[in-house]
């Protein structure tokens, strides 16, 4: 996946792109390494390129809350290019991770040079800010089913043409109990009644949704 595809660059012209691609780092991580750390320093902007992460935060007792799992052409950190804050989350490596870094100093050089850039980025981030603003107040309005359906739903892919959509990711119970803030029984007793009424059933460790969700549980 390359930087012209991700959509915070969307509207930059191919220069442009060009300077931002020759201004940035290319950097390898490991399974299970931990890419930045929640309080650290923000000094740069991430693309992933190949791989996934998970963005999480983690309570006083140490128990971890997975804000979103991230693939190729997804980003984070981009708030480190416009003001001087720390990281307020953690990420870490699922699999082996490609990604490519900006870091501020180099990015505010280029800004000096191209306004452009400067107005693009900003209608691009706004949007984004809007959207995390939506999803955030959605999940605060709904209870613990509405959040798993939530968290299906936005997982699941077509399979056949029955119309039923699978999860290629493989979930555990406690990974999405981690998603919706919620306990690991409570997550097994929604798919457990959702498996029964034949809404979903789970081939291994993926969950095939065989038809429409209820809305309310």
Do not use: W
Request: with cysteine; glycine share 6%; charged share 35%.
């Amino acid at each position: 996946m390359s930087i012209e595809n991700v959509d915070l660059f969307d509207g930059l012209s191919p220069d442009e792109i060009r300077l931002l691609r020759d201004t940035s780092i290319v950097r390898e991580f490991a399974k299970n390494t931990v890419l930045i750390h929640e309080g650290d320093v923000a000094d740069s902007l991430f693309v992933v390129e190949s791989g996934r992460v998970k963005v999480y935060c983690s309570d006083k007792g140490g128990k971890d809350f997975v804000l979103n799992l991230l693939e190729a052409g997804d980003y984070f950190g981009e708030l480190a290019l416009l003001d001087d804050d720390r990281r307020s989350a953690s990420v870490r490596a699922m699999e082996p991770t490609t990604v490519r870094i900006i870091y501020k100093e180099d990015f505010k050089s280029i800004l000096d040079l191209h306004p452009n850039i400067t107005r693009i980025l900003n209608k691009n981030l706004t949007r984004r800010i809007r959207k995390l603003t939506n999803d955030v107040k959605s999940l605060a309005l709904q209870d613990v089913y509405g959040r798993v359906v939530k968290v299906l739903t936005n997982l699941a892919e077509p399979e056949d043409e029955d119309g039923s959509m699978r999860i290629q990711e493989k979930l555990t119970q406690q990974e999405i109990a981690d998603r919706v803030g919620s306990s690991r029984e409570m997550v097994a007793r929604i798919l457990k009644d959702l498996t029964i009424g034949e809404y979903i059933e789970v081939d291994g460790r993926h969950i095939v949704i065989k038809k429409k969700l209820p809305e309310s549980y």
